[in-house]
């Protein structure tokens, strides 16, 4: 911390007093004027990119010395390119439609009062995250285009890279008229101010965690305001027995092979025992070089197949392996989900509507889907533009979380003298 003399709880409570105030004036800044501090910011990320190249060096060098991984230091690495693609992608926040003001739905009483739902900003989110720089950038521009003002947490290994890209950030919001204090970046990376975060109670609104399981889990476990989050993404297709094959093949091999390490990459495959090509559905996985667990039902189909243990069903790989097994219907395929899953992305696979409609219905995900891949599960493939992240939790925001994620309405009433009798 830049002031030894302050403890975790009085740094923060101090950001978020000052955070609180650009809160305030955020949300009564005009879309124009938004739209205009992010463009400016893209611009001045784009004039200090020999700054932020030189400060990602000392975090490269850092990570290489500190024993980071090869995916983590190029996870972390920073190069003329993708600080302009960090930049494009903040323009690109300034383009989309500001929910602030959107009206939600509105009906007149019989007694002639009108009232109408009109969104408005959250006020201060509290964003912790690790590793990728870029982070600090898009959570700083969704929360300014949604009005908000946002308290960033990075991660150690980013520290100097962060540092960089949040000074370009705030330059354009001065620029623009609007307060720095609407973007800030917690100075040190000390572990307790993670903590004091998520005590802040009255100053900070939400807290999003992006990073590993771990972090997750510690964010859940121990915050006392609201957690917009997933712990994990255990997602399924079920192949029913009505599926084309064809589809279902191509279907599985995407949704499980096209990124394996992303959250919406299905972990478990679940075969209608009436299916017809499970035989060739479970070879296609395992010529793609997936690794295939299974029951002793699909076991029986390849012996290639692994005998799966139980903790499988409640593992995320994030990698080229997948739990498989028979179902005897599309009610012990949603007994499983409902059994093993987290609620994050499940799929079905079937030419029939009626089975479809029924998973559709009765399965209590974030993001339900027929006939596609699991992969989809994406604010930008949603047509949301950026997002801050997948929330699997059933209050506010549900699935991937943009612009109007960030924000939750009020209401407004209009009357003539009305009193209540």
Known sequence: MNDMSQTPDMLIGAMGARARAAAAVMAGAS???????????????????????????????????????????????????????????????????????????????????????????????????????????????????????????????????????????????????????AVQLVPSTDRALVGAMLRAVGLIDIIVPRGGKSLVARVQDEARVPVLAHLDGICHTYVHAAADPAMAREVVLNAKMRRTGICGAMETLLIDQAYSQADALVAALLDAGCAVRGDAAVAALDGRVEAVQPADWDTEYLDSIVSARTVASVDEALAHIAAHGSHHTDAIITEDAATAEHFLAACDSAIVMWNASSQFADGGEFGLGAEIGISTGRMHARGPVALEGLTTYKWVVRGTGQTRP
Do not use: C, F, W
């Open 31 to 181: 879309s124009e004027k938004k739209a205009q501090a992010l463009v400016a910011a893209a611009q001045a990320l784009r004039a200090a990119t020999p700054r932020i190249i030189a400060a990602n060096g000392l975090d490269m060098e850092r990570g290489a010395a500190n024993g980071l991984t090869a995916a983590l230091l190029d996870r972390l690495r920073l190069d003329e390119g993708r600080i302009a693609g960090i930049a494009d992608a903040v323009e690109q926040v300034a383009r989309l439609a500001d929910p602030v003001g959107q009206l939600v739905d509105e009906s007149v009483r019989p007694n002639g009062l009108k009232l109408q739902r009109v969104r408005v900003p959250l006020g201060v989110i509290g964003i912790i995250y690790e590793s990728r720089p870029n982070v600090t950038a898009d959570a700083a521009a969704l929360g300014l285009r949604s009005g908000n003002a946002v308290i960033l947490r990075g991660g150690s290994e980013a520290v100097e890279s962060n540092r960089a890209i949040h000074a370009a950030m705030v330059e354009g919001i001065e620029q623009a008229g609007l307060p720095a204090d």
